[in-house]
C-alpha cells in the first residue's frame, strides 16, 4: 500500500515514551516515522523497519503504528569469535591484534536484540591502585584495545562488560600479597591464601581497582563477577560443612557478611568512576 510514484521518506524523530528503547513506527502511504526518546530506541526501530522489509521480501510495509517496548533491559551475549582466557591455550584477547568484532557480526547481534558483550579481565592485568606500585607491563596496550573495542561495539548499541572472577586467591609470591599481608585470610590447599574483604587494605583495593578501570574505559556496560563458585577468591572459598572457615576474621561472620564486604567496595569503585 505504499506509494510507487513518488518519494517515500523514512523520518526519525524524538517523542515521549514510557521507558529507555521503546520505539512507535507510524508508516502511511508516502512516509514511516520512527520515534523515540533515546538514541537506542530510534536504532531499535530502524532495525525494525529493516526487518519488516526483509520479512516482506520487497518493498512493503504494513499501514499503520507500531510500539514497541523492550522485555528485557539488558540483553547480554558471549562474543562468537572471542578466544577463551583460561587453560590449555589460556589467550588473552587484549593482548593481540586479532578483530573479533566485525562489523557484519555486531550488526546482526544488534539486530536480534543483543546488546551486551562480556569479555574476560583480571585486575592484576588491567588495574592500578595506590596498595603496589607494580603493575602489569602490558597494561596500556590491554586498556586501548579494551577502549577500541567499546568503541566499535558501542556504535552498534552494544556495551561491553567486564568478566572476571575477583577478587581472586593468592600465592605466597605474589607482589600483592607480600606489600600487604593483610589481605591473605584463610587458606585452601597446601599454600593459597584466600582474599580476606575487611582489612582497610583489601576494602581500599577493590575499590580503587574498580574505580581505575572504569576511568580508564569510559562507556563501559557494567562487570560480571563470579565471587564466589567457580575458582578461589575471597575466604568464603574455603568454606566446610555448615560454612565452617579458617580465617579469625571471617570465621565469625555470615557468608552473606562476606560477599558483601567484597562486592559493596567494587561497587562503589564503579560508580564513582561511571555512575550509569
Request: hydrophobic share 35%; with cysteine; proline share 7%.
Amino acid at each position: 500500500g505504499l506509494s510507487e510514484d513518488g518519494p517515500f521518506r523514512i523520518v526519525t524523530e524524538r517523542a515521549p515514551m514510557p521507558k529507555f528503547e521503546t520505539f512507535k513506527v507510524i508508516v502511511s502511504e508516502t512516509e514511516c516515522r520512527i520515534q523515540a526518546n533515546d538514541t537506542e530506541g530510534i536504532r531499535r526501530g530502524i532495525f525494525f523497519v529493516e526487518d519488516e522489509l526483509m520479512r516482506a521480501d520487497g518493498p512493503f510495509l504494513k499501514v499503520g503504528e507500531t510500539l514497541r517496548s523492550p522485555f528485557i533491559h539488558t540483553r547480554i551475549s558471549r562474543c562468537f569469535f572471542g578466544p577463551i582466557k583460561r587453560p590449555p591455550k589460556n589467550r588473552d584477547e587484549l593482548l593481540d591484534d586479532v578483530d573479533y568484532y566485525p562489523d557484519g557480526y555486531l550488526n546482526r547481534l544488534a539486530h536480534d536484540g543483543v546488546n551486551g558483550l562480556w569479555l574476560t579481565i583480571e585486575f592484576k592485568d588491567l588495574c592500578k591502585t595506590s596498595l603496589i606500585a607494580e603493575c602489569s607491563p602490558d597494561r596500556e596496550r590491554r586498556l586501548e584495545k579494551l577502549r577500541r573495542t567499546v568503541a566499535k561495539c558501542g556504535r552498534y548499541g552494544i556495551k561491553v562488560f567486564l568478566f572476571c572472577i575477583e577478587p581472586v586467591a593468592m600465592d605466597p609470591g605474589n607482589p600483592l600479597l607480600k606489600a600487604h599481608p593483610e589481605l591473605g585470610g584463610g587458606t585452601m590447599g597446601a599454600s593459597t591464601k584466600l582474599f580476606c574483604p575487611f582489612s582497610e587494605a583489601a576494602q581500599t583495593y577493590l575499590r580503587e581497582a574498580m574505580h581505575d578501570i572504569f576511568s580508564q574505559v569510559p562507556g563501559l556496560g557494567g562487570l560480571i563477577d563470579i565471587t564466589f563458585g567457580e575458582r578461589p577468591t575471597t575466604c568464603l572459598s574455603g568454606a566446610e560443612v555448615d560454612w565452617q572457615l579458617n580465617c579469625p576474621t571471617c570465621s565469625k561472620k555470615q557468608p552473606w557478611e562476606i560477599l558483601t564486604a567484597s562486592l559493596s567496595a567494587m561497587e562503589r569503585g564503579m560508580h564513582e568512576a561511571a555512575p550509569d
